[in-house]
């Protein structure tokens, strides 16, 4: 299992958390939101996601992916 936090930008609220939790769920990863500091904490397996694939998921729902 790798982890990373990802600074975002554009997420105010629990839809948004809701949003990207679920989408992240779809492709076999976990996220955790935190809204206080703008991040996404991701757990995956990088032998079946990729961070790049990750990023995308998160930014296909209408977010900035900062770093
Ligand atoms: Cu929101």
């Known amino acids: 299992m790798q982890n990373v936090t990802l600074k975002v930008e554009g997420m105010s609220c629990n839809h948004c958390v809701v949003s990207i939790e679920g989408a992240l769920r779809e492709i076999g990863?976990?996220?955790?939101?935190?809204?206080?500091?703008?991040?996404?904490?991701?757990?995956?397996?990088?032998?079946?996601?990729?961070?790049d694939q990750i990023k995308e998921t998160i930014e296909d729902q209408g977010y900035d992916v900062i770093s």
Do not use: C, I, Q, W
Request: aromatic share 4%; proline share 0%.
């Open 29 to 51: 990863s976990k996220g955790k939101v935190d809204l206080a500091s703008d991040t996404v904490a991701v757990e995956y397996n990088d032998a079946t996601v990729s961070l």
